[in-house]
């Protein structure tokens, strides 16, 4: 059961190059997440898609950007790259009409822009 | 806006130690509750909840109650293990059906045999 899989795990970048991060779940969750994971200040929630076709900005959204494929999978992309985005990212995904609120997480994708 | 505090760590601890990490707590309404856990090189897992006042989340050995009166949901263990060993995070979700959690910045907590 693979649950919620991110990829790549590590990506070093340089100043203004662009990536996608991809992350799919195959637990056929409604909803996703992407945060960023940094030193001292836990995690921020950067886009999430309540439902396939939708997405709403999180708490930092400036520079990204995403894309709900279909149900399974949410990408999360930056056009133009900054060491301010040096982070963990972490997609996650939950289930509406489980009701839990529990998320299920990815194992993170370390980023370094240089 | 929403927001939770958990106490700075790190924290460390000797094996069979009583470990208690404090959460408080600011939102609207009626928030559930989460502990989360990180393993190192892991993503979160849910460690345990609580949904309503009172309610007490419990798994593994740890629990925590939750303190409407006080806006608090500390983590607590009798005694840990140096598998304890992980980060701990405390996080709120204030409801509706887009369950964005709001989480607290995270206590190491290191357990020495």
């Known amino acids: 059961n693979a649950g919620v899989t991110q990829t790549p795990k590590f990506q070093v970048l340089k100043t203004g190059q662009s990536m996608t991060l991809q992350c799919a779940q195959d637990m056929n969750h409604n909803s996703m997440y992407w945060y960023r994971q940094d030193p001292g200040m836990g995690l921020r929630l950067i886009y999430y898609?309540?439902?396939?076709?939708?997405?709403d900005k999180g708490e930092v959204p400036n520079g990204y950007n995403v894309s709900r494929l279909n149900k399974r999978e949410f990408s999360l992309r930056l056009e133009s790259a900054a060491p301010s985005q040096t982070s963990v990212y972490f997609c996650a995904s939950t289930s509406r009409l489980a009701n839990t609120g529990e998320l299920f997480f990815g194992e993170g994708s370390r980023l370094t822009v240089l | 806006g929403d927001s939770v505090t958990q106490m700075e760590g790190p924290v460390t601890l000797s094996e069979e130690a009583f470990l208690t990490i404090n959460c408080t707590y600011t939102?609207?309404?009626?928030?559930?509750l989460f502990w989360y856990v990180q393993y190192p090189g892991e993503g979160l897992q849910l460690l345990l909840k609580a949904t309503k006042a009172d309610d007490k989340g419990s798994n593994k050995g740890f629990e925590a109650t939750y303190r409407k009166e006080t806006t608090s949901f500390h983590l607590e263990k009798g005694s840990v293990q140096v598998s304890d060993s992980a980060v701990y995070f405390c996080a709120l979700s204030s409801g509706g059906s887009n369950y964005k959690l709001t989480f607290g910045k995270g206590t190491l907590l290191t357990v020495n045999p």
């Open positions: 939102a609207t309404g009626y928030p559930s």
């Open positions: 898609s309540a439902s396939e076709g939708t997405t």
